[in-house]
């Protein structure tokens, strides 16, 4: 197995497959082309079935109305109506002659027994239980009779009647015709010139029974169909295709229809049928030149890839193989050792080595500056909020103690009886110490609530939410999942810097009415949600500009976040609201990498 592996995994056999893919498309062409070969001869052989269809209805109307026409006549002679056998006989005779497509021609009484006939009548001469006979008596008009009838000499006929009615409209006697059916198969009929050789033409009805077939109609007409499972397929659409395996295993392909047919009483279904192998013989013969070429093209290109392979481009390219794994596990000083030839190999080999050697530098150069980065992103963040820290220390103990000194000695002062201009002064001053130092308070809580650093993340975020809430109108929700415990001061400041930074978005772009904040853990990572339902905005749109300069504010909550060990996603369209998802470790280490949880 190690063998074959390494030998499917080569160049050469890779080359050679290549070679063997670029024949693939040329194989899809010709699998296609033979199919659209089968699928046209499949569409031409129903179009011949309909074809035949065709034929086959005006054949009968031909052969019923010139029968009609015939015993119309027959019944208005005045020979026939004199009822004389020997009248009869010598005109039947005459007109037997003329038309050799019919077996017999005679006259019948009203019982059914024979007055006269062209063709002798070996056995009973009475016909009155012959349906073409009862059904002439009963509507006194053309009849066709059941068929096939196969009188003594073997012959299949089809048997018509006609009343001849006297001046009364009483029926006086019955003339009859009977259509010689072989007759008409050798000679009166177009069907059989429309099959091909191997095909078979059928007239069925329902009971199975055939009434028509080419070939051989002769010994078929009467007998019953050799697939009588199929019978119900034939009958229950008016017309279709249909793929079928005889009891010999051989496939054949049908193209059936249906029609009414006076001569059967009912509707019949005519089938066409031919071997599969045979319908399909043009296209077969046609796929199996093209796939011959195909492989003798491909053959000869795999062995010239064989030979060529190795002459011209295994032997230079191991060695930059080898190069290239080395390259791959690590090694960047990795160099070739191959000459620069002036060829196409030549010219890789040297890009291969300067590449190795570009790669190299590259990653001192990058190395070198992600410890530089990252020091500085860090220095600086520690910077800021110890800034931060320090400034709401001096504003809040240092500023604040003056000022409330200084309230402290006016309120002294106004205790004091003295002019009431005087009071009035100390009170005012009293009133703007106090905005002095409530104004103090407010900036000390934006710079850095000393919530966070006593309470910490939790509580200092409600408490920021509902007072943005309530400074600004807008309705807030805010849900938080119970924490274990404090979680790392740079988790927390940055997260709440975060939440900071959406919110004052929230107050300042988007328009919206109400907004939830929501703190919750999951897969070791503590989330954080801002949703609005503001007017929303195009989050490629708007860090596009914040990368031209135009606004920090989205890449400061990304790089606030990213500093954690987390990461943000932006999650808005116009007129939709927006969100923004924050995640960050809940067990912080200072070399977290930036992933998504």
């Not at 062409?29 to 070969?37: N, P, R, S, V």
């Not at 059904?135 to 073997?154: H, M, S």
């Not at 990368?547 to 932006?570: H, K, N």
């Amino acid at each position: 197995m190690g063998f074959i592996g390494q030998v499917a995994g080569g160049l050469r056999f890779r080359l050679l497959l290549l070679i063997l893919l670029a024949c693939a498309p040329l194989v899809a062409l010709i699998l296609h082309t033979a199919g659209e070969d089968r699928r046209r001869a499949m569409a031409n052989w129903s179009q011949r079935s309909q074809r035949m269809l065709s034929i086959a209805r005006d054949e009968e109307q031909q052969a019923i109305g010139g029968t009609r026409q015939l015993l119309l006549a027959v019944a208005e002679s005045s020979s026939i109506r004199t009822l004389r056998p020997h009248r009869c006989k010598e005109y039947l005779d005459m007109l037997f002659g003329s038309y050799p497509r019919y077996a017999n021609l005679g006259v019948l009484t009203t019982n059914g027994e024979l007055i006269a006939s062209a063709v002798p009548v070996s056995g009973a001469r009475d016909r009155s239980d012959a349906r073409f006979f009862q059904r002439a008596l009963e509507t006194r008009a053309f009849a066709v009779g059941d068929f096939p009838a196969k009188p003594g000499n073997g012959k299949p006929t089809l048997a018509f009647g006609y009343p001849v009615l006297g001046h009364a409209g009483v029926v006086l006697a019955v003339v009859f015709a009977e259509l010689d059916l072989d007759w008409v198969d050798r000679f009166g009929s177009e069907l059989p010139g429309q099959l091909v050789n191997g095909a078979t033409w059928t007239d069925l009805d329902r009971k199975g029974r055939i009434l028509e077939k080419y070939p051989d109609p002769q010994n078929a007409i009467g007998s019953s169909y050799s697939d009588p499972a199929l019978l119900p397929t034939f009958f229950d659409q008016p017309k279709g295709v249909l793929e079928a395996r005889e009891r010999n295993g051989q496939k054949i392909f049908y193209a059936f229809a249906t029609m009414p047919s006076r001569l059967a009483g009912g509707p019949v279904a005519t089938v066409l049928a031919i071997p599969t192998r045979i319908l399909f013989a043009e296209a077969d013969r046609m796929l199996q030149r093209n796939m011959t070429w195909l492989g003798i093209a491909a053959g000869l290109a795999l062995a010239l890839g064989w030979i060529g392979s190795k002459l011209l481009i295994l032997r230079p390219v191991r060695a930059l193989v080898r190069s290239a794994a080395q390259l791959a596990a690590g090694e960047l000083s990795v160099r070739t050792g191959l000459s620069y030839s002036r060829g196409e190999i030549g010219q890789l080999t040297r890009a291969f080595d300067r590449m190795a050697e570009a790669l190299e530098q590259r990653e001192y150069e990058r190395e070198r500056t992600a410890e530089k980065l990252q020091v500085l992103s860090h220095r600086l963040v520690e910077v800021q909020e110890a800034e931060r820290r320090q400034i709401a220390r001096e504003l809040h103990d240092e500023i604040g103690q003056s000022l409330t000194a200084a309230e402290m000695n006016l309120q002294a002062a106004l205790r004091f009886r003295g002019p009431a201009a005087l009071e009035r002064r100390l009170e005012d001053s009293i009133q703007a110490v106090e905005r002095v130092l409530e104004q103090v308070h407010d900036l000390s809580l934006n710079l850095r609530p000393s919530m966070l650093d006593d309470l910490g993340l939790e509580p200092a975020l409600r408490w920021y939410t509902q007072r943005q809430g309530s400074l600004t109108g807008l309705a807030t929700e805010f849900h938080a999942e119970p924490l274990d415990g404090r979680l790392h001061s740079v988790v927390e400041t940055e997260c709440f810097r975060v939440a900071q930074e959406a919110l004052t978005n929230v107050v300042r772009h988007s328009q919206a009415r109400s907004v939830r904040v929501a703190l919750s853990r999951s897969d070791g990572h503590l989330h954080l949600s801002v949703r609005d339902d503001g007017v929303g905005f195009d989050p490629a749109a708007s860090r596009s500009n914040a990368v031209s300069g135009a606004s920090l504010g989205l890449l400061s909550m990304e790089e606030r976040a990213t500093l954690a060990g987390g990461g943000l996603e932006f999650n808005s369209e116009p007129g939709r609201g927006t969100e923004v998802h924050a995640w960050f470790p809940l067990r912080y280490a200072e070399t977290e990498p930036y992933s998504k949880p």
